[in-house]
């Protein structure tokens, strides 16, 4: 009797950890392959295993197209217009609406949109943003290829990513590397944050996208660093967030143009000799350096040396988020903003006014 428990047991351990393994095997595989998914797709070749985006790049490299302004003679203007500049734009909605770089369609008469599948469409440009260098415009057609995209995953320093644009004019191309920083401010304006890649950038790349190794969309391609008339070539290239370039897109179809809010003032950072000869408790807020006569910061006789420490009620930490801050605001609304003038503290009102472009002034 002993010995038949024994066995019983003995047997159920065993079917147990049969059903186990099989459970393991089976399973194992397809977690490893939804993990890898996001990487990298592994494919048998002729010594193995090996990496490939392939899989990134079909899902994207569709609604990448190739964009070509042209400029009409106006002294001869029955003539074929000219190619005044070349770049790349991104397909991003069912609509026909494509973001690509301000540059890359300044000034141009006729704007062509190219699609990898032979299509070729006049486009019309919805609005454009000197001060982001975005621009959206729009075509008509039918079964467009929609770029992935998901605003809510941040591209972080050492992701691997992939360039697609249509460099020289070579037709579309695919470079790789990876965010080699982010939050790369002053580049333009000083409100961007831009990503820094080592992928290339060349003439051409301009407005495409940079895609992450599942094929979804986290910037739009910008600039390539350059020292002199040295041009590109040294791994330092820059993209504009998506997150920021989906926003800029949203305003650009509802408005035409970006509604910025202006204060009129130029500032910088509380230095530790400012703080001790100014009386600050500490290095927190922004200096004011210059303020515009006809600006509204004049209207609320605000004055060089004053410090901004809170716009409407949050601590001001330094130059960059006060900026952004102020662009942000409605222009015609009215906010206080608490300030130190000679050690004491003073609430100020301000109605925010309208920064205009160089594009649009």
Same mark, same amino acid.
């Given at each position: 009797?002993?010995?038949?428990?024994?066995?019983?047991?003995?047997?159920?351990?065993?079917?147990?950890?049969?059903?186990?393994?099989?459970?393991?095997?089976? #399973?194992?595989?397809?977690?490893?392959?939804?993990?890898?998914?996001?990487?990298?797709?592994?494919?048998? @070749?002729?010594?193995?295993?090996?990496?490939?985006?392939?899989?990134?790049?079909?899902?994207?490299?569709?609604?990448?197209?190739?964009?070509?302004?042209?400029? #009409?003679?106006?002294?001869?203007?029955?003539? &074929? +217009?000219?190619?005044?500049?070349?770049?790349? +734009?991104?397909?991003?909605?069912?609509? $026909?609406?494509?973001?690509?770089?301000?540059?890359?369609?300044?000034?141009?008469?006729?704007?062509? #949109?190219?699609?990898?599948?032979?299509?070729?469409? &006049?486009?019309?440009?919805?609005?454009?943003?000197?001060?982001?260098?975005?621009? #959206?415009?729009?075509?008509?057609? +039918?079964?467009?290829?929609? =770029?992935?995209?998901?605003?809510? =995953?941040?591209?972080?320093?050492?992701? =691997?990513?992939?360039?697609? !644009?249509?460099?020289?004019? %070579? !037709?579309?191309?695919?470079?790789? +590397?990876?965010?080699?920083? /982010?939050?790369?401010?002053?580049?333009?304006?000083?409100?961007?944050?831009?990503?820094? /890649?080592?992928?290339?950038?060349?003439?051409?790349?301009?407005?495409?996208?940079?895609?992450?190794?599942?094929?979804?969309?986290?910037?739009?391609? *910008?600039?390539?660093?350059?020292?002199?008339?040295?041009? @590109?070539?040294?791994?330092?290239?820059?993209?504009?967030?998506?997150?920021?370039?989906?926003?800029?897109?949203?305003?650009?179809?509802?408005?035409?143009?970006?509604?910025?809010?202006?204060?009129?003032? &130029?500032?910088?950072?509380?230095?530790?000799?400012?703080?001790?000869? %100014?009386?600050?408790?500490?290095?927190?807020?922004?200096?004011?350096?210059?303020?515009?006569?006809?600006?509204?910061?004049?209207?609320?006789?605000?004055?060089?040396?004053? =410090?901004? *420490?809170?716009?409407? $009620?949050?601590?001001?930490?330094?130059?960059?988020?006060?900026?952004?801050?102020?662009?942000?605001? *409605?222009?015609?609304?009215?906010?206080?903003?608490?300030?130190?003038?000679?050690?004491?503290?003073?609430?100020?009102?301000?109605?925010? @006014?309208?920064?205009?472009?160089?594009?649009?002034?």
């Amino acid at each position: 009797m002993a010995l038949k428990d024994t066995l019983l047991y003995v047997g159920k351990a065993v079917i147990f950890g049969l059903i186990m393994a099989a459970v393991f095997l089976f #399973v194992t595989p397809l977690l490893t392959n939804k993990d890898a998914s996001n990487l990298f797709i592994q494919k048998r @070749g002729d010594n193995g295993f090996e990496l490939s985006f392939s899989k990134a790049v079909r899902r994207a490299a569709p609604a990448v197209v190739n964009i070509y302004s042209l400029s #009409v003679n106006r002294n001869q203007p029955l003539n &074929t +217009g000219s190619l005044q500049g070349l770049g790349s +734009g991104v397909i991003m909605s069912n609509e $026909g609406y494509i973001l690509t770089n301000y540059h890359v369609i300044k000034n141009a008469d006729e704007i062509v #949109v190219a699609l990898q599948d032979g299509r070729k469409f &006049t486009s019309e440009v919805v609005g454009s943003d000197s001060i982001t260098d975005l621009a #959206v415009l729009k075509i008509e057609g +039918g079964n467009l290829p929609i =770029v992935p995209i998901n605003l809510d =995953v941040p591209a972080l320093v050492g992701d =691997v990513v992939l360039a697609i !644009g249509n460099p020289y004019n %070579l !037709g579309q191309t695919i470079t790789q +590397g990876i965010i080699s920083a /982010t939050g790369r401010n002053g580049l333009s304006s000083g409100y961007l944050d831009f990503l820094q /890649t080592d992928a290339a950038i060349n003439a051409g790349n301009s407005g495409g996208a940079l895609i992450d190794t599942s094929g979804q969309l986290i910037g739009i391609n *910008t600039a390539a660093f350059q020292v002199g008339e040295e041009g @590109g070539g040294h791994g330092i290239n820059f993209a504009i967030p998506i997150k920021l370039a989906h926003s800029i897109m949203g305003k650009l179809i509802k408005d035409g143009r970006v509604i910025r809010g202006a204060l009129g003032i &130029t500032g910088e950072p509380i230095s530790s000799v400012m703080a001790q000869i %100014l009386n600050l408790p500490d290095l927190t807020g922004v200096m004011i350096t210059g303020v515009d006569p006809q600006g509204p910061a004049a209207q609320a006789q605000l004055a060089p040396r004053d =410090v901004i *420490t809170k716009y409407e $009620g949050e601590v001001v930490p330094g130059v960059e988020m006060l900026m952004d801050r102020i662009a942000e605001t *409605t222009p015609g609304k009215q906010i206080t903003m608490t300030i130190i003038r000679k050690g004491k503290y003073y609430e100020v009102p301000v109605t925010i @006014g309208e920064n205009l472009s160089a594009d649009e002034q």
